[in-house]
């Protein structure tokens, strides 16, 4: 199934301790594609088209759907570090990966798609619980526990700078089509956007 095709389908969001992926074909036809997976959080495609899905707390898992629903979820990643929400680290095929965010280690990961390996690219964080990453291999991550958003460059040694301090625990982060961060914070229940070109500092 390519990458278009998927795009165009309706998803229906899986309960939280019921986790059931469903999916709707443009003819209204409803697939189950797994169920019975507890503590679905996360949940992103990488730019080939692939389906992942994350188990937060006690399973702590990183698992891959099946978008024809023959094959049944394979899991990725055990024990991460209390991964959430995550992003396509822009490879493909062998080299595929994803920026995770490992609350529990106060740390940003990535984690190789073909053998589960997850190697640690900047710790020393509060509460990571986001990360999204731009064409230029940026990652953003939304630190809940310190209540900053950072930017950070993986390399030998990772740079870091703040993007913005002084929110109210930031939960969410996207990319606009303008290049801008869009930002949600869990205790003010705002949604904000950043101009990345003069935040930075």
């Not at 625990?169 to 869009?182: I, T, Y």
Request: glycine share 10%; hydrophobic share 40%.
């Amino acid at each position: 199934m390519t990458w278009p095709s998927v795009r165009m389908e309706r998803w229906l969001g899986p309960p939280f301790y019921r986790a059931h992926w469903r999916a709707r074909r443009p003819n209204g036809t409803i697939e189950t594609w797994a169920a019975n997976l507890p503590m679905i959080n996360p949940v992103n495609f990488t730019a080939e088209g692939r389906l992942f899905t994350g188990q937060i707390g006690k399973p702590d898992t990183l698992i891959e759907i099946d978008l024809t629903g023959k094959k049944p979820p394979r899991t990725i990643a055990s024990n991460i570090g209390c991964i959430n929400a995550f992003d396509d680290d822009g490879q493909r095929g062998d080299q595929a990966g994803l920026y995770v965010p490992l609350a529990d280690k106060g740390a940003v990961g990535r984690v190789d798609l073909a053998t589960g390996t997850v190697c640690v690219i900047a710790d020393g964080l509060g509460q990571p619980v986001s990360v999204v990453a731009n064409e230029r291999s940026d990652i953003f991550v939304a630190d809940y526990g310190s209540g900053e958003i950072l930017k950070l460059k993986p390399g030998a040694t990772p740079d870091r700078h703040i993007v913005v301090s002084g929110l109210q625990r930031p939960v969410g982060l996207a990319l606009d089509k303008s290049g801008h961060l869009v930002v949600s914070e869990a205790i003010s229940g705002t949604l904000s956007r950043i101009n990345l070109s003069n935040r930075v500092k």
